[in-house]
Nanobody
Framework: QVQLLESGGGLVQAGGSLRLSCAAS????????MGWFRQAPGKEREFVAA????????????YYADSVKGRFTISRDNAKNTVYLQMNSLKPEDTAVYYC???????????????????WGQGTQVTVSS
């Protein structure tokens, strides 16, 4: 079983930055797709970013929602089993609970779907004030 623990959320003014972390423990994958999703009150959970990594080939991919492209960056530290989401130029509409998720396949083309992922963290609140 994989456990995911997000951290780094908080309250920030518009234009500010936050870095979210997602630490994986338990059964971890050498190859994977890790995703960040967010859910605002009254809205469905939506895709933010994903990172695909193969431990056996040079396959590496990152994906972003159009709404965050150019402002958010997903990255990983395999030695720490941690994935990060650097969020810059934050806007009030970025306010949501942010979740990380893990899937054991690095080749998923449906990285943007919540149903792709088998493991989820508990979420961390991000609030951007105007």
């Amino acid at each position: 079983q994989v456990q995911l623990l997000e951290s780094g959320g908080g309250l920030v003014q518009a234009g500010g930055s936050l870095r979210l972390s997602c630490a994986a423990s338990g059964r971890t994958f050498s190859s994977y797709t890790m995703g960040w999703f967010r859910q605002a009150p009254g809205k469905e959970r939506e895709f933010v970013a994903a990172l695909s990594w193969s431990g056996t080939t040079d396959y590496r991919r990152t994906y972003y929602a159009d709404s965050v492209k150019g402002r958010f960056t997903i990255s990983r530290d395999n030695a720490k089993n941690t994935v990060y989401l650097q969020m810059n130029s934050l806007k009030p509409e970025d306010t949501a609970v942010y979740y990380c998720a893990a899937d054991g396949s690095p080749y998923s083309l449906t990285y943007y779907r919540t149903s792709t992922y088998d493991h989820w963290g508990q979420g961390t609140q991000v609030t951007v004030s105007s």
